[in-house]
């Protein structure tokens, strides 16, 4: 049934759209219908418009100078969608003019004009024509640079979306592999390998290129499984046969991004017809699927052998009209290669398939001579032709015992000779047996349809591949670098650290916000210095640069120059995305969860500084982690020690960053980094590494600043040793100066700190995670987003939950003997006996409504030793088991599996016996807890 695409004011155009309106597969139909009173004005009718097509004089002498019929048609549904849109005309008669057009085209594509219409390509032709055709009061349509460009851009969009069809994974990649297939030993599956493309070149166009060939090889005897068995060959071939997924990958990403651009162009104009139209964008689209096309076309004819020179001067086009006759000729070019690729692959495999046949009719014929000259030589008396009974003196239980040994051996015998014979006799089982299940799919489409214009074959194509690659036989699944999946325990472990962490923010006040996990690019860069490079852009589709949220902390400015909050004190827990060098195995990850608490707003002096501080000590002394330790410095005394070295102004963030890595790398690399890559002098780096050497407790190193008079008076200093002082007593006050280290060489490379900084580290254990938390005053960051003269003071902390949770992991390995398994319900109800499904699902019943964690097996009788096995293992704490007299008595059995008891309850007392026994209702855990340690 052909499908209705709409156009008018409201609506744009796609490209499939486009061509399928250009090649008869859809109509068009304005979208907003004209009142009763308009159709009675509309000077044409239908038959009016097909008296018009049929009278329409053209100067066919030249068929150069006409459009095909998919361009014009095309060209005409550009212009009516322009007109409706009111770009070019405006008023009442761009109304009419733009259904006059519709039904211009809808009556070429019912066959109404009798030949197929093609209009002149030139814009005062075409001009001519349409006017020709509308004819009376509407024609108005004038001449116009937009009219030139309208019908390049019809062309060249028809293009692109050929173009896109043609380099599809369905297309071309499948066509490739046939000349894989038919280079042979030549070439190696290995060569296409998920090594050599996800690990080594990992484009993601070379990717998917590379999986879509593999899938198809899979099984293939024909080419070598490996490097090691490949016949070395110099030809062009094979070189350009192995290359494929390096110019297929490309090629296709690049055409998919032009017919974005190009969609977006062929749907917007400039109002003003007389205007000088810029096509900077259509061309650089246009030009890049030409280029493309080019490549894909030279590539299928080196494969196939033919050294066909497809390059143009691309840079000597300088407009659209000189763009869009090169690209219709590229394109047929492309489809005609790929077709004749096409043929080449499935002649080959057909000859492959007459020569295996040949031969398994060679051995067949052998076989049949070899059995017929043993039967002639044969003893006629050797079968037990004397006469005897072979099973004399069998019981019938043995006779019955060998008859079926020989039952199975003969139908074991015809299967296999029912397989050779589909073999020798070709078809589906030969073609899997040689080429394997990939070309098996693909080849008997390509071999009885040859036209890649054809639809149904193009979507035939795209139903085998996705079939192909969704067996997961193109590569290994697996989770994207630096990511990780979370097993059951491991997320118990996960939601325990939560808990514990949302606990500590509520009980400061901090109230919980949420942001999108993607902002506007230009909201996140330039806030990280050098870590800008880290952060991950989405691709554009066409509208607002985004990207992955780097951090919790800018996403927090932003919202607070957003929604102007005021006094705010927050915490927010999300993932967040870094594209770093992951390292598992200390817990870095490219997506890992954030924890962050900030205060915001105007408050007392270095007060929320200590309260972040004091936050940060909570969390990471209530967690399971072992001892840590809080480093600490002020970004103003970092900066006046740079200033009083001799460093220049304008290189304080980047010799920063090389003082942060001191934690990592020893003073004379990092020392190395400043001269060498800072461009910065020895003298003045020695003079720093005097200072960022320094570190030890609060108040013993504040002392000893102050009493050398280090920084002299120098303001700045001054300054931030005061708020260090204020800090220490205030951190003192709340009993949590203890955790606290001061060390100048801390720097926190991120550029939007402007006072206290700090990092939280683990001070024990064998697991090195590196930094486990920090944070620090950024009083400038939100005035980036507000109106000048604003500021809004903030200060915060963040947890690294992801390090975090590896050392919690690790811990509980240990204390386990190597297991972190952990009870996920307090009680396991059973039942003793067959159809006891209804009594365990009322037990059950009784307590979830008591809020307890519980629940029984799916199975509709299970044994109840494998039951208790089963709670055992899971380390369960309680059973709760009933059978067939305790049902009838209204009782269970309450079965302490720790202290190894058991007790016979009335169903009525059994949440108050397991209550007796220490469970308590699900999130009660904490509050128990309390109550314990108060009472001890």
């Not at 209530?622 to 480093?631: N, T």
């Amino acid at each position: 049934m052909t499908r209705t695409i709409l156009i008018g004011k409201a609506r744009r155009i796609t490209l499939d759209e486009l061509a399928s309106i250009a090649t008869g597969s859809a109509k068009l139909e304005m979208q907003q219908q004209q009142t009763d009173e308009e159709a009675a004005e509309q000077p044409q009718s239908m038959a009016d418009v097909a008296s018009a097509l049929q009278k329409l004089s053209l100067d066919t002498s030249s068929s150069g100078d006409l459009l095909s019929a998919e361009a014009t048609i095309a060209s005409l549904t550009l212009l009516a969608l322009t007109i409706s849109q009111g770009r070019i005309i405006r008023g009442d008669c761009a109304a009419k003019l733009s259904s006059a057009i519709v039904d211009i085209v809808n009556n070429v594509l019912e066959g109404g004009s009798g030949e197929p219409l093609r209009l002149p390509s030139n814009a005062d032709g075409f001009t001519t024509s349409v006017n020709e055709l509308v004819g009376g009061e509407l024609a108005i349509l004038e001449n116009g640079p937009y009219l030139e460009r309208l019908i390049s851009i019809a062309r060249i969009s028809l293009c692109l979306n050929k173009a896109r069809t043609l380099s599809s994974k369905s297309i071309s990649d499948p066509i490739a592999s046939l000349s894989i297939e038919r280079l042979g030993s030549a070439l190696s599956i290995d060569s296409f390998s998920s090594t050599n493309y996800d690990e080594l070149r990992p484009h993601r166009g070379c990717i998917e290129s590379a999986s879509v060939i593999r899938a198809c090889l899979q099984g293939s005897t024909n080419v070598a499984a490996n490097e090691k068995n490949v016949t070395p060959s110099s030809d062009d071939s094979c070189k350009y046969a192995k290359l494929t997924p390096q110019y297929h990958g490309p090629a296709r990403e690049s055409i998919t991004g032009a017919c974005k651009t190009m969609e977006l162009e062929m749907n917007c104009s400039e109002m003003n017809g007389s205007a000088s139209l810029d096509d900077t964008v259509a061309m650089l689209a246009a030009k890049s699927v030409l280029e493309s096309v080019l490549t894909l076309s030279t590539g299928s004819s080196m494969r196939c052998g033919s050294k066909t020179d497809t390059t143009q001067a691309l840079s000597a086009m300088c407009n659209l009209a000189e763009v869009a006759p090169s690209l219709e000729t590229a394109v047929v070019t492309l489809q005609n290669s790929l077709e004749s690729e096409a043929k080449m692959g499935c002649v080959f495999v057909d000859d492959e398939l007459a020569k295996k046949e040949a031969e398994l009719k060679a051995k067949e014929e052998e076989k049949a001579k070899r059995t017929a000259a043993r039967g002639t030589n044969n003893n006629p008396n050797a079968s037990g032709g004397d006469g005897k009974d072979e099973f004399a003196g069998m019981s019938e239980a043995q006779k019955a015992k060998i008859l079926k040994k020989r039952a199975e051996k003969e139908a074991k015998a015809a299967a296999k000779a029912k397989a050779k014979k589909a073999k020798a006799a070709g078809g589906a089982a030969a073609l899997t047996s040689i080429f394997g299940a990939g070309i098996a799919a693909i080849y008997p489409l390509l071999s009885t349809k040859s036209d890649l214009g054809d639809e149904a074959l193009v979507s035939e194509l795209e139903q085998a591949i996705e079939a192909l690659l969704s067996g997961g036989m193109q590569r290994k699944p697996k989770v994207a670098k630096g990511t990780r999946d979370y097993l059951p325990e491991q997320m118990a472990i996960r939601d325990k650290a939560f808990t514990i962490i949302r606990r500590v923010f509520k009980r400061h006040g901090a109230v919980e916000i949420d942001t999108p996990v993607f902002e506007l690019k230009e909201t996140l860069t330039g806030k990280y210095g050098e870590d800008s490079k880290l952060i991950y852009d989405l691709a554009d589709q066409g509208g607002e640069l985004l990207a992955l949220r780097y951090d919790l902390t800018v996403p927090f400015a932003r919202f607070l120059a957003v929604n102007a909050v005021g006094n705010i004190k927050r915490f927010h827990i999300g993932k967040v995305y870094r594209r770093d060098q992951p390292q598992l195995s200390k817990g870095r990850y490219r997506e890992f969860y954030q924890c962050d608490f900030d205060i915001a707003g105007v408050y007392g002096r270095m007060v929320p500084d200590s309260e972040c501080l004091a936050v940060a000590c909570e969390i990471l002394d209530s967690l399971p982690i072992g001892d840590f330790g809080i480093k600490l410095n002020h970004r103003r005394l970092l900066d006046a020690i740079l200033d009083l070295c001799g460093v220049p102004a304008d290189k304080f963030r980047t010799i920063c960053s090389a003082v942060d890595k001191l934690d990592k790398e020893p003073w004379s690399e990092v020392r190395r980094e400043m001269v060498e890559e800072k461009g910065l002098s020895g003298d003045v780096a020695d003079k720093i590494g005097e200072f960022v050497v320094l570190k030890g407790k609060p108040w013993d190193l504040y002392n000893s600043l102050m009493e050398s008079k280090s920084f002299g008076n120098h303001k700045g200093a001054s300054e931030a040793m005061e708020d260090l002082r204020i800090l220490f007593e205030y951190l003192e006050a709340m009993g949590k100066l203890k955790f606290i280290s001061f060390d100048l060489s801390l720097a926190r490379g991120l550029d939007y700190y402007t006072g206290v900084i700090y990092e939280a580290v683990c001070m024990n254990g064998n697991t090195q995670v590196g930094s486990i938390g920090g944070g620090g005053r950024y009083d400038t960051l939100v005035s980036m987003f507000q109106e000048a003269g604003k500021v809004t003071p903030c200060v915060g902390v963040s947890v690294g939950i992801e390090r975090v949770f590896t050392l919690m992991e690790e811990r509980l390995r240990q204390e386990q003997g190597g297991s972190i398994k952990q009870p996920n319900v307090t009680v396991l109800v059973a039942s003793a006996g067959d159809n006891m499904l209804r009594e365990r699902m009322k037990l059950t019943n009784v307590l979830w409504d008591a809020n307890i964690s519980a629940e029984f097996s799916q199975q509709e009788n299970p044994k109840l030793k494998f039951e208790i096995a089963n709670a055992l293992d899971r380390q369960i704490p309680f059973m709760v088991i009933v059978g067939e007299e305790e049902t009838k008595q209204g009782k269970c059995k309450v079965k302490d599996l720790n202290a190894r008891t058991e007790d016979t309850v009335d169903v009525s007392d059994l949440v108050k016996t397991l209550r007796s026994k220490g469970v308590v209702p699900v999130g009660c855990e904490f509050a128990m807890e309390m109550l314990n340690s108060e009472s001890d």
